[in-house]
């Protein structure tokens, strides 16, 4: 358990990033941490394209006018919705958890990123993705994460012991 926790302590959304590139290795860990978070009804609709490659990330980054809303981290995640499920919400959001906490567990930092998401809805948006992840078919955007080495990091806020109750 104290391993875990560990890491929950550890994580930051940080927004400041090194040029140093996430390696294949390092988003294929990654990735996997993701695809082996639960999935309401053991779904498993989600798709994972975690991206190094710096052309592909300057495709991405272009498209965005600069793509200022990933910090300057050198990789990035996309995850997709496969297949419609009611659940995806919330599989994504086990999924990105499990990714962040698996970044942090091998030196990385990571952000999530929504903010993007609208875009990428645009036809444009649609067009960009489906080049620079290399996807033939209709996926639908769920949520993004940004990837790298911190430039630096915060100490994070303490939490409200008021917000947990054991009865």
Same mark, same amino acid.
């Given at each position: 358990?104290?391993?875990?926790?560990?890491e929950?302590?550890?994580?930051?959304?940080?927004?400041?990033?090194l040029?140093?590139?996430?390696?294949k290795?390092e988003?294929?860990?990654i990735l996997e941490?993701?695809?082996?978070?639960?999935?309401?009804?053991n779904? !498993?609709?989600?798709?994972?394209?975690?991206?190094v490659?710096a052309?592909?990330?300057?495709?991405?980054?272009?498209?965005?006018?600069g793509?200022?809303e990933?910090?300057g981290?050198p990789s990035?995640?996309?995850?997709?919705?496969?297949?419609?499920?009611h659940?995806?919400? !919330?599989?994504?959001?086990?999924?990105?958890?499990?990714m962040?906490? !698996?970044?942090?567990s091998?030196?990385?930092?990571?952000c999530?990123?929504?903010?993007?998401?609208?875009?990428?809805?645009?036809?444009?948006?649609?067009k960009?993705l489906?080049?620079?992840?290399?996807?033939?078919?209709?996926?639908?955007?769920?949520e993004?994460?940004?990837l790298g080495?911190?430039?630096e990091?915060?100490?994070?806020?303490?939490?409200?012991?008021?917000?947990?109750?054991?009865l």
């Amino acid at each position: 358990m104290k391993e875990v926790m560990k890491e929950i302590r550890a994580r930051r959304s940080v927004r400041s990033y090194l040029p140093t590139p996430v390696t294949k290795e390092e988003m294929a860990a990654i990735l996997e941490a993701g695809n082996l978070a639960p999935t309401g009804r053991n779904a !498993q609709n989600l798709l994972f394209v975690g991206i190094v490659d710096a052309d592909r990330i300057a495709g991405v980054k272009s498209f965005l006018d600069g793509g200022k809303e990933y910090y300057g981290a050198p990789s990035i995640v996309f995850l997709f919705e496969r297949k419609s499920d009611h659940l995806t919400a !919330q599989n994504a959001g086990a999924a990105m958890e499990n990714m962040m906490l !698996q970044a942090t567990s091998m030196g990385l930092s990571s952000c999530w990123i929504h903010c993007t998401v609208a875009r990428f809805e645009t036809p444009e948006g649609k067009k960009v993705l489906s080049e620079v992840c290399g996807l033939d078919g209709d996926y639908r955007l769920v949520e993004t994460l940004a990837l790298g080495h911190a430039a630096e990091t915060s100490a994070g806020k303490e939490r409200d012991e008021r917000n947990t109750i054991v009865l």
